[in-house]
């Protein structure tokens, strides 16, 4: 059987949900699971989290299927609906969507609905992608506050840079400044709110609130260039593994797989990896003679060589002399933090993992 395979670490994933609670104690966490938590598999995460506060996904199919298997947890829709035909999809299978234009208010008060909608409130506070800005966003919070079709109310925003140098600092301005507009509403219903990924979750305590949106933390994975996964007390849940199928002894001059873009300098051994992009393994992966992207064999650390191809990648054995075909490949994960590979191939890992493909089989362990 070709050797690739994704191990996914059920004590690495509640470890790292039991951080994200314990960063923000006085909050509910919702466990971001979309995209088919980010690449792991919804069926295993939703099953190994099946006692998380809450989950949060944007596909309709996933939220069906959360709820087919029995997670009776809020489910926090981050896109909302895409059309207003959806809304009684939401309503029969009670799934919270975030409102982020003004007609949604609208076409939800309009609804002729068999319960309330319980509603997250989406406000543009400088992300510019989705949500509510502006005079219009009065109307959506009296309408919030008093209409029958809308039972509990979160409002909600999305930072853009809580991970880096510019901070929350002007995003949250804005949000309070909403929330302050929005103070007369309160008195015909209680607000809660929710700001904080997974980068705010670690850094800014003060954008907690009443819910938080972890994910990559999840996941086992840093939201910050500077700050490791292993210093921030996160275990990585997925390990990429396969194995060494073939190796070959170059001259110097010899050249590397397509392109011949690596060059010998000097006799050295090379090992073939049962890995290659239709795996999900990015192939601009740099293999330069000047450059490559750190691959684990057999616990030893080297570099992968030349192109990453289809189904193989090749990565240098000279100082691995012990290592032979059938030796362990640890492409990211336990041992090789995916985020140090995601920064050689200049992506990040969320990339990485979303990337999986699905002929990988995913294999659950301890
Ligand atoms: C994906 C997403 C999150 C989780 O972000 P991480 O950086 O993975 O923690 C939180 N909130 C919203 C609205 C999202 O779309």
Redesign the pocket.
């Known amino acids: 059987m070709r050797p690739i395979r994704a191990e996914l670490s059920t004590t690495a994933l509640l470890h790292n949900y039991a951080l994200a609670k314990s960063k923000a104690p006085n909050s509910q966490v919702f466990a ?1 699971v ?1 995209a088919n938590g980010y690449g792991h598999g919804l069926d295993w995460i939703a099953r190994t989290l099946r006692d998380a506060d809450a989950f949060a996904t944007l596909e309709i199919e996933s939220a069906i299927k959360l709820r087919n298997k029995g997670i009776t947890q809020p489910i926090l829709m ?1 896109e909302g609906f895409f059309g207003n035909d959806e809304i009684p999809t939401f309503v029969r299978y009670h799934l919270t969507p975030v409102v982020r234009e003004h007609e949604q208010i609208k076409a939800i008060a309009d609804a002729e609905l068999d319960a309330p909608l319980d509603i997250f409130l989406k406000f543009n506070t400088g992300m510019n992608r989705l949500g509510l800005q502006g005079p219009l966003t009065g109307f959506a919070i009296n309408t919030a506050a008093s209409h029958r079709n809308i039972g509990a109310v979160t409002l909600m925003t ?1 930072f853009a840079t809580a991970d880096g140098e510019l901070g929350i600092a002007a995003q949250l301005k804005k949000f309070e400044e909403i929330v302050n507009s929005a103070k007369p509403a309160f008195t015909k219903k209680r607000f809660t709110q929710s700001l904080a ?3 705010a979750i670690l850094r800014f305590p003060e954008t907690h609130r009443d819910w938080v ?5 999840l996941y086992g994975s840093s ?1 910050f260039a500077e700050k490791s996964a292993a210093e921030l007390g996160l275990k990585p849940v997925m390990t990429l593994r396969s194995e060494i199928i073939a190796t070959q002894t170059l001259a110097a001059g010899d050249t590397v797989g397509y392109g011949a873009t690596y060059t010998a300098k000097k006799k050295m051994r090379i090992g073939i990896v049962g890995c290659g992009y239709a795996d999900g393994y990015p192939r601009h992966a740099p293999g330069s003679n000047e450059r490559g992207t750190p691959v684990l064999i057999s616990g030893a650390h080297t570099r992968t060589i030349g192109r990453v191809s289809m189904d193989m990648l090749s990565v240098d054995l000279t100082e691995i002399p012990h290592a032979h075909v059938g030796a362990p490949v640890t492409l990211w994960g336990e041992g090789l933090s995916v985020d140090e590979v995601a920064k050689a191939a200049g992506t990040i890992s ?1 990339e990485l993992f979303c990337g999986v493909t699905a002929r990988v089989p995913m294999v659950e362990v301890e």
């Open positions: 971001v979309k981050l999305h990924n997974s980068a949106r972890p994910g990559i933390m939201p969320y």
